[in-house]
C-alpha cells in the first residue's frame, strides 16, 4: 500500500501545471500520472497547486545564543506554517557556528526539533581558512557566510588580504553580506539618533556596490563562486547583471515589496534592517532585475527581534525582522498582482537554490525524488495578522496586509506537517544532502 496519493491538483511539473496525481512511498515520489492504488492517506488537492518543497536559503533561527528571540523547533515551524520545507540557516549565532565543534553542535541541536529540512552555513572568520578549505563532505552543510560589513553577531571579515583568503580557501558557495565596512565607519556620522530615515542615508549605496565590486572582482580572480545576499541597490542589480557565472544573488520579499520613505513613517525602527529598505528608484529596479531574471534566488532573511528591542531608540534598535512565514504568501500575491509569474519564483525559491548549492534530491516533482511539496491556494485571501507569527519574536511587518494567494499544505518526505495553519505530526527535518 502507498503511503500518500495527492490527487487532482495542478502540479507543477517540468514548467508547467499538469492534471495529474502524484504517489508517495517510503519518503520519495513513486509514480505521477494517474493513480488507482490504495494509499493510507489521501490528499485531495481540487482547486489546488502543487508545488516542489519551497526551499528559504536565508534564516537566522539565533539559536545557539538569543533563544528568547527565535530557536531552531520555533523558527522551523514559522516556516512549514509558511510552506517552506528547507531552510538554509546562518552561523551569526553566540557563539558562532565557525568551527567544526559548534557546527556538529548546531546539528545536534536540530536532531528532533526542526520540522522542516535544514542545512546551515559555516562562518568566516579571518583565521579560519584551513577549515573553511575541508567542507566539501560535511553533513548537512550548504555554504560559507561571509560578513564583509558589520550586522547582527560578531563574524566580520571587514580587510580585503581576509576576504581573499576566505574565497582562496573556499570549498562551497560563499554567501555574502556585501557592505564595506570602512565605508560604514565613515558614514557613522549620518545616523540621525531618534531618526531611523537615517538608516539608509549610513548605510548608503555606496557603502553596498563599493563592497559587491570587490566581492566579484575576489570570486572571479580565484574562480571561486560567490553568492550576494539581499541585494538592495539599483546600481549592484545594474553591476550584477554584467557577472553571471560564477556569481549568483538574492533579492529578499521585503525590498520587493516596501520601500522608503512610507516604510520607515509606517513602521518606524520595525522597517529597519540590513542592507536597508530604500527608496522607490531601488524598488524598481530590484523588480526589473525579477522580470529579467537577473537574480537567482529570492529568500526571506528571517531575522527576528523581539518587540523590546525593536522599540528601543534608533540606532540602538537591532536590524532585522521576520519572514520565513511570510515569504510565500507575499510573493504569491506578487503573482496574482501579475508581477512574476510562478515559473518564476519556482526558479528562485527551488530549482535555482538545487542547481547552485548542488542540493540532491529536491526542487522537483520528479519520480524517485524526495516528497516534499508546497501546496497552494492561489484564490484564497488572507490577512496578515502578529497573533498569527509562529516565531517568537510574535511580529510581522506585514502585520494587517491582505494578500492574496497562500500555502495550505506543507508535506515533507511524504508526512503532512502543516495544513490550513494548524502545524501536525512530529519535528523529524534532516538535514539537506549535497552534490
Same mark, same amino acid.
Given at each position: 500500500? /502507498?503511503?500518500?496519493?495527492?490527487?487532482?491538483?495542478?502540479?507543477?511539473?517540468?514548467?508547467?501545471?499538469?492534471?495529474?496525481?502524484?504517489?508517495?512511498?517510503?519518503?520519495?515520489?513513486?509514480?505521477?500520472?494517474?493513480?488507482?492504488?490504495?494509499?493510507?492517506?489521501?490528499?485531495?488537492?481540487?482547486?489546488?497547486?502543487?508545488?516542489?518543497?519551497?526551499?528559504?536559503?536565508?534564516?537566522?533561527?539565533?539559536?545557539?545564543? #538569543?533563544?528568547?528571540?527565535?530557536?531552531?523547533?520555533?523558527?522551523?515551524?514559522?516556516?512549514?506554517?509558511?510552506?517552506?520545507? *528547507?531552510?538554509? &540557516?546562518?552561523?551569526?549565532?553566540?557563539?558562532?557556528?565557525?568551527?567544526?565543534? &559548534?557546527?556538529?553542535?548546531?546539528?545536534?541541536?536540530?536532531?528532533? %526539533?526542526?520540522?522542516?529540512?535544514?542545512?546551515?552555513? !559555516?562562518?568566516?572568520?579571518?583565521?579560519?581558512?584551513?577549515?573553511?578549505?575541508?567542507?566539501?563532505?560535511?553533513?548537512?552543510?550548504?555554504?560559507?557566510?561571509?560578513?564583509?560589513?558589520?550586522?547582527?553577531?560578531?563574524?566580520?571579515?571587514? &580587510?580585503?588580504?581576509?576576504?581573499?583568503?576566505?574565497?582562496?580557501?573556499?570549498?562551497?558557495?560563499?554567501?555574502?553580506?556585501?557592505?564595506?565596512? *570602512?565605508? /560604514?565607519?565613515?558614514?557613522?556620522?549620518?545616523?540621525?539618533?531618534?531618526?531611523?530615515?537615517?538608516?539608509?542615508?549610513?548605510?548608503?549605496?555606496?557603502?553596498?556596490?563599493?563592497?559587491?565590486?570587490?566581492?566579484? %572582482?575576489? *570570486? &572571479? %580572480?580565484?574562480?571561486?563562486?560567490?553568492?550576494?545576499?539581499?541585494?538592495?541597490?539599483?546600481?549592484?542589480?545594474?553591476?550584477?547583471?554584467?557577472?553571471?557565472?560564477?556569481?549568483?544573488?538574492?533579492?529578499?520579499?521585503?525590498?520587493?515589496?516596501?520601500?522608503?520613505?512610507?516604510?520607515?513613517?509606517?513602521?518606524?525602527?520595525?522597517?529597519?534592517?540590513?542592507?536597508?529598505? %530604500?527608496?522607490?528608484?531601488?524598488?524598481?529596479?530590484?523588480?526589473?532585475?525579477?522580470?529579467?531574471?537577473?537574480?537567482?534566488?529570492?529568500?526571506?532573511?528571517?531575522?527576528?527581534?523581539?518587540?523590546?528591542?525593536?522599540?528601543?531608540?534608533?540606532?540602538?534598535?537591532? #536590524?532585522?525582522?521576520?519572514?520565513?512565514?511570510?515569504?510565500?504568501?507575499?510573493?504569491?500575491?506578487?503573482?496574482?498582482?501579475?508581477?512574476?509569474?510562478?515559473?518564476?519564483?519556482?526558479?528562485?525559491?527551488?530549482?535555482?537554490?538545487?542547481?547552485?548549492?548542488?542540493?540532491?534530491?529536491?526542487?522537483?516533482?520528479?519520480?524517485?525524488?524526495?516528497?516534499?511539496?508546497?501546496?497552494?491556494?492561489?484564490?484564497?485571501?488572507?490577512?496578515?495578522?502578529?497573533?498569527?507569527?509562529?516565531?517568537?519574536?510574535?511580529?510581522?511587518? !506585514?502585520?494587517?496586509?491582505?494578500?492574496?494567494?497562500?500555502?495550505?499544505?506543507?508535506?515533507? *518526505?511524504?508526512?503532512?506537517?502543516?495544513?490550513?495553519?494548524?502545524?501536525?505530526?512530529?519535528?523529524?527535518?534532516?538535514?539537506?544532502? !549535497?552534490?
Amino acid at each position: 500500500m /502507498l503511503d500518500l496519493i495527492i490527487k487532482n491538483g495542478k502540479c507543477y511539473i517540468d514548467n508547467e501545471l499538469k492534471d495529474v496525481d502524484v504517489s508517495v512511498k517510503d519518503g520519495k515520489i513513486q509514480k505521477i500520472g494517474q493513480i488507482t492504488d490504495k494509499a493510507q492517506n489521501i490528499v485531495d488537492a481540487k482547486g489546488l497547486t502543487v508545488l516542489p518543497g519551497c526551499i528559504d536559503t536565508q534564516t537566522h533561527f539565533r539559536e545557539p545564543g #538569543s533563544i528568547d528571540t527565535e530557536d531552531l523547533h520555533s523558527g522551523s515551524r514559522a516556516a512549514i506554517v509558511g510552506g517552506i520545507t *528547507a531552510v538554509f &540557516e546562518m552561523p551569526n549565532t553566540n557563539p558562532p557556528t565557525s568551527n567544526k565543534k &559548534e557546527f556538529q553542535r548546531k546539528l545536534g541541536l536540530a536532531r528532533n %526539533r526542526m520540522y522542516c529540512n535544514y542545512a546551515f552555513y !559555516f562562518g568566516a572568520t579571518a583565521d579560519n581558512a584551513s577549515e573553511l578549505a575541508d567542507l566539501k563532505n560535511l553533513e548537512g552543510c550548504c555554504g560559507i557566510k561571509l560578513f564583509a560589513g558589520s550586522s547582527t553577531g560578531n563574524l566580520l571579515v571587514a &580587510e580585503e588580504k581576509d576576504i581573499e583568503t576566505v574565497f582562496q580557501n573556499s570549498s562551497k558557495v560563499v554567501a555574502v553580506h556585501s557592505e564595506d565596512e *570602512a565605508i /560604514l565607519n565613515i558614514n557613522k556620522k549620518l545616523i540621525k539618533k531618534g531618526d531611523v530615515h537615517s538608516h539608509p542615508i549610513w548605510r548608503s549605496e555606496e557603502c553596498a556596490i563599493s563592497s559587491t565590486r570587490r566581492i566579484v %572582482r575576489i *570570486a &572571479e %580572480r580565484y574562480n571561486k563562486k560567490a553568492h550576494v545576499l539581499h541585494i538592495t541597490t539599483k546600481q549592484e542589480i545594474d553591476f550584477l547583471s554584467q557577472h553571471k557565472g560564477n556569481i549568483t544573488f538574492e533579492i529578499t520579499p521585503q525590498h520587493l515589496t516596501i520601500y522608503a520613505p512610507d516604510c520607515y513613517d509606517k513602521l518606524g525602527t520595525y522597517a529597519q534592517m540590513n542592507p536597508p529598505i %530604500r527608496d522607490k528608484s531601488h524598488y524598481d529596479r530590484l523588480w526589473y532585475a525579477v522580470k529579467n531574471n537577473f537574480n537567482d534566488t529570492i529568500g526571506s532573511d528571517h531575522a527576528p527581534h523581539l518587540k523590546i528591542n525593536k522599540n528601543k531608540e534608533y540606532p540602538n534598535s537591532p #536590524s532585522g525582522m521576520p519572514g520565513v512565514q511570510t515569504l510565500m504568501p507575499v510573493m504569491l500575491n506578487h503573482i496574482n498582482d501579475g508581477k512574476l509569474s510562478l515559473s518564476q519564483l519556482i526558479n528562485f525559491v527551488c530549482v535555482n537554490p538545487v542547481k547552485i548549492f548542488g542540493i540532491k534530491n529536491k526542487g522537483f516533482i520528479k519520480e524517485g525524488f524526495d516528497a516534499d511539496f508546497t501546496i497552494v491556494d492561489m484564490n484564497k485571501k488572507i490577512v496578515i495578522k502578529n497573533e498569527n507569527i509562529e516565531s517568537k519574536c510574535g511580529w510581522s511587518p !506585514f502585520n494587517g496586509v491582505e494578500l492574496k494567494g497562500t500555502p495550505v499544505l506543507t508535506i515533507i *518526505a511524504g508526512k503532512i506537517k502543516m495544513k490550513d495553519g494548524k502545524i501536525l505530526g512530529e519535528p523529524d527535518g534532516t538535514p539537506l544532502k !549535497f552534490n
